[in-house]
């Protein structure tokens, strides 16, 4: 096994050589003073998402294209990416003169597409997800010899994303004491904590990984790089199914630790680079500012200088509305409850007496049954998660059922905007599904349904991501649970079982949930 030493050997020189001036940003290194204050720690962010292609990826990838030589060049170069890779591979390419090619999935967001094209790379739409792309795009290399650029697992694209270190360690009056970095296949993690290590010796370094799409953490535990079933999409820049052999064998040696943020820690970290900086960052761009958050929560000894990568910023508009809504409940400065209330008159004024002077930030409701009423209520918060739980409080004591539903994604991205639809369905089945964002994906759903099966329910939402929101409800026998489970596995999206969820009861049901 390589020990620390070794990858320096071998990574070092490389990365103290590594030239990418005439095409890549030194990118300033700013504080956070309102997040600083909150947290006792002095935190300053590298912004790479002030790079031309507003990602740190077109490190990695120059250095790469830097290397070839002028056969490898005239022979033309390919990757497979959803965005950040490929830009940073068509912008070296077009400075370098070397014909590109970018294979996409058929979800990628136009703007992605068109800021790809207008960098004069031949795009080729391909497949519904990464690893689909990747595939075909390693089939078109050997078709047409062309070079292939792997997006984190290479060394020398490790190699450009280890100068962001040398950078930081330059710019910072005194080294960090603690070093946060977002991780997706870990090529930025390896090359930054290769220079960080050498360094500093003594320096913590943490690498953060969505939730959804832990694939570096799954392969530390399993102590090899482990295939994961699926991942989520909502931090995009880092759904890898699969960490790289060469990053995780870095990562392994030389990360003290790597922990998970979840979607809402992720918004709510959105919302703080904007308070603090004004920049409007991605979902993945901001992991390393989330994974802070997180880590000084759990590590109350965590002291001194903190230092991260604000990583990217390629981020839809439409999106922003979805993450500005989970970045309040993330911030814990929103609760969202189900509240039943006796069906009678003056207990609308009572609910409201019992909240008191709080602001409203959402109400919803509709006659339920001649028994009670169930209300779905946003409540803005001042001191946290203690007033969420006072609240809760007051109103169970005054008689009034709450179900806290602040962390429920069905009743945040559904239930809230179909308050009020019951019907005297049987056999319903209700499923959470990620859809990929492409004509003819709910018609490719609905061919394969059985024809006696029915629709009973369904809302969707786009928020501006390589995938919809959907939630459905199918009416399926019981006899046809087999059928119903291949027919689900067959269609290839993301799903969910939400029949059992409090959310889906209280105000969706067939049948109205009682009072105690």
């Not at 409701?365 to 169930?374: G, K, L, P």
């Amino acid at each position: 096994m390589p020990s620390a030493n070794d990858w320096f050997d071998k990574f070092l020189p490389g990365i103290m050589r590594c030239r990418l001036d005439d095409l890549v940003l030194e990118t300033p290194v700013q504080e956070l003073p309102a997040l600083s204050a909150r947290l006792g720690v002095a935190i300053r962010a590298k912004r790479e998402d002030l790079q031309p292609v507003f990602s740190f990826k077109l490190r990695g990838a120059y250095a790469k294209l830097q290397t070839l030589s002028d056969s490898e060049r005239a022979r033309g170069v390919i990757c497979a990416s959803a965005g950040n890779h490929a830009q940073g591979v068509a912008l070296a390419a077009r400075h370098l003169g070397i014909s590109a090619v970018v294979v996409m999935p058929a979800v990628t967001p136009d703007i992605k597409v068109d800021a790809v094209r207008k960098l004069d790379a031949r795009v080729v739409i391909h497949g519904d997800d990464f690893d689909s792309a990747c595939a075909h795009a390693a089939e078109m290399a050997a078709a047409e010899d062309r070079i292939f650029i792997h997006p984190y697992d290479d060394p020398d694209v490790i190699t450009g994303q280890g100068t962001i270190a040398l950078e930081l360690f330059r710019q910072c009056e005194a080294p960090p004491d603690y070093l946060f970095v977002c991780v997706g296949g870990g090529g930025l993690a390896a090359g930054m904590a290769l220079v960080a290590r050498y360094l500093h010796p003594g320096i913590r370094i943490i690498g953060v990984e969505a939730e959804e799409s832990a694939s570096m953490q799954a392969a530390f535990k399993a102590g090899h790089p482990v295939t994961l079933d699926r991942v989520g999409h909502f931090a995009e820049g880092v759904a890898v199914r699969r960490t790289g052999d060469l990053t995780f064998a870095i990562c392994h040696d030389l990360l003290d630790d790597v922990i998970t943020v979840d979607n809402d820690e992720i918004c709510a970290a959105v919302q703080d680079v904007y308070e603090d900086t004004r920049a409007i960052a991605e979902p993945a761009g901001v992991l390393a500012i989330a994974g802070i958050k997180r880590y000084v929560a759990d590590h109350p000894e965590c002291s001194g200088n903190v230092a991260a990568v604000l990583s990217g910023a390629n981020v839809n508009f439409a999106r922003l509305r979805h993450i500005a809504e989970r970045a309040a409940v993330g911030e814990e400065q929103e609760a969202l409850l189900g509240v039943t209330i006796p069906e009678r008159p003056g207990s609308f004024l009572d609910f409201c007496e019992t909240i008191g002077l709080r602001g409203i930030t959402e109400f919803n409701y509709r006659f339920a049954d001649a028994q009670d009423a169930h209300i779905f209520v946003g409540i803005a918060l001042k001191q946290g998660l203690a007033e969420k739980r006072e609240i809760i409080a007051q109103l169970e004591g005054h008689g009034l059922p709450v179900i806290d539903l602040s962390s429920n994604d069905m009743a945040r991205l559904h239930i809230r905007h179909m308050v009020g639809g019951r019907a005297p369905v049987e056999n319903e089945r209700i499923l959470r599904f990620q859809f990929p964002e492409r004509p003819g994906a709910l018609l490719r759903f609905l061919r394969g349904m059985q024809s006696d099966w029915n629709i009973s329910l369904f809302h969707y939402r786009n928020y501006g991501s390589e995938y919809g929101r959907v939630l459905m409800g199918i009416q399926v026998p019981g006899t046809d649970d087999g059928r119903f489970r291949e027919f689900l596995d067959q269609t290839g999206y993301n799903y969910t079982t939400e029949a059992d969820n409090p959310a889906y009861a209280m105000f969706l049901g067939p049948a109205a949930v009682t009072r105690d």
